[in-house]
């Protein structure tokens, strides 16, 4: 072998660690964790994909494999996560909506205002004032599960929350929305909220499917790509946190998926209590296990009873 092909050989070498990595190590979680820890911290900066690579001693394949197998999320779309928290922040603080935008490492205010109303439901001058303007009607009901409330926005259900009183609930959503239009549902123009709380009765009854009713959604990528997953889970049925996980792609996610779940402000009508542990206990649940296993419990005998209907 001539000196030639021993220089081929060390050029495809190096054409390969250029390709896969700087090193033969696989990237770890340390580096992840560094990376996002990063990003929270500096949102304001140029955060490409060089950059990130640079800083980790990775490629940027590797950087994008990286926050795809444990996040679930790219790193475009953890550094907009980021850059929307701080702009949350910075929207309670700062003297004008423009200068928040920009001390959130946004380039311009043209780009945010579709991002933050697709995850706030308003646009960013509203939410800094706390949600002003923003109209929302809530109702109140018994249930086999106790006190349940249901809020809606013009575009859907924002908020299902079961408690042991009206005014622990309704201080929950104004926590939310500090300075919005909150009120009870106009007996006069609440028809359709009407309909859904009756089928959220029947539900609870255990006489009918969950109902599908129009939801407001807001969260993470991740998050929202969790809670469309679990509305497909067929009633009765449940999953694990793992199996979740696999199943949106991300089967590192396990953690992840059961802090989505945890953090659904919407209650059975994406239904965070079909997810349990892998030993096939119940898990944890913000409503409490006793809601969680009434739910699973009467969501079999449902499914039991209508099969047997149709036979």
């Given at each position: 072998m001539n000196d030639r092909t021993h220089g081929n050989d060390r050029g495809n070498d190096?054409?390969?660690?250029?390709?896969?990595?700087?090193g033969d190590a696989a990237p770890t979680v340390q580096q992840l964790v560094a990376l996002c820890r990063h990003i929270d911290r500096h949102p304001d900066e140029p955060l490409t994909l060089a950059v990130l690579g640079e800083r980790s001693g990775l490629s940027v394949f590797q950087v994008h494999r990286l926050f795809k197998s444990w996040l679930g999320v790219t790193p475009k779309d953890y550094i907009d996560q980021s850059r929307l928290r701080e702009l949350k922040s910075q929207l309670r603080v700062s003297p004008s909506v423009t200068d928040?935008?920009?001390?959130?490492?946004?380039?311009?205010?043209?780009?945010?205002?579709?991002?933050?109303?697709?995850?706030?439901?308003?646009?960013?001058?509203?939410?800094?004032?706390?949600?002003?303007?923003?109209?929302?009607?809530?109702?109140?009901?018994?249930?086999?599960?106790?006190?349940?409330?249901?809020?809606?926005?013009?575009?859907?259900?924002?908020?299902?929350?079961?408690?042991?009183?009206?005014?622990?609930?309704?201080?929950?959503?104004?926590?939310?929305?500090p300075n919005a239009e909150i009120a009870p549902m106009n007996e006069a123009g609440s028809r359709d909220f009407n309909a859904w709380m009756s089928?959220?009765?029947?539900?609870?009854?255990?006489?009918?499917?969950?109902?599908?009713?129009?939801?407001?959604?807001?969260?993470?990528?991740?998050?929202?790509?969790?809670?469309?997953?679990?509305?497909?889970?067929?009633?009765?049925?449940?999953?694990?946190y793992t199996e979740v996980a696999a199943a949106i792609g991300s089967p590192r996610a396990v953690r992840a998926v059961a802090g989505a779940c945890a953090a659904n402000r919407i209650g059975i009508l994406v239904p965070c209590h079909?997810?349990?542990?892998?030993?096939?206990?119940?898990?944890?649940?913000?409503?409490?296990?006793?809601?969680?296993?009434?739910?699973?419990?009467?969501?079999?005998?449902?499914?039991?009873g209508m099969r047997d209907e149709n036979k």
């Open positions: 190096q054409r390969q660690r250029d390709t896969h990595g700087r928040a935008i920009y001390q959130a490492g946004f380039e311009s205010a043209s780009a945010v205002y579709g991002r933050l109303d697709l995850h706030l439901g308003m646009t960013p001058k509203r939410y800094r004032q706390g949600g002003q303007g923003v109209a929302i009607s809530f109702a109140t009901g018994e249930s086999p599960l106790g006190r349940v409330m249901i809020g809606t926005t013009d575009r859907g259900v924002c908020y299902l929350q079961f408690g042991d009183s009206e005014l622990e609930l309704l201080e929950q959503l104004a926590a939310e929305y089928a959220l009765g029947r539900y609870l009854a255990g006489s009918a499917p969950r109902p599908d009713l129009p939801l407001d959604v807001r969260g993470t990528a991740f998050q929202e790509k969790v809670w469309d997953f679990l509305r497909s889970i067929p009633d009765g049925d449940v999953m694990s079909r997810v349990i542990r892998g030993d096939g206990s119940l898990g944890g649940y913000r409503w409490g296990l006793s809601r969680k296993r009434t739910l699973l419990d009467m969501e079999r005998k449902t499914r039991v």
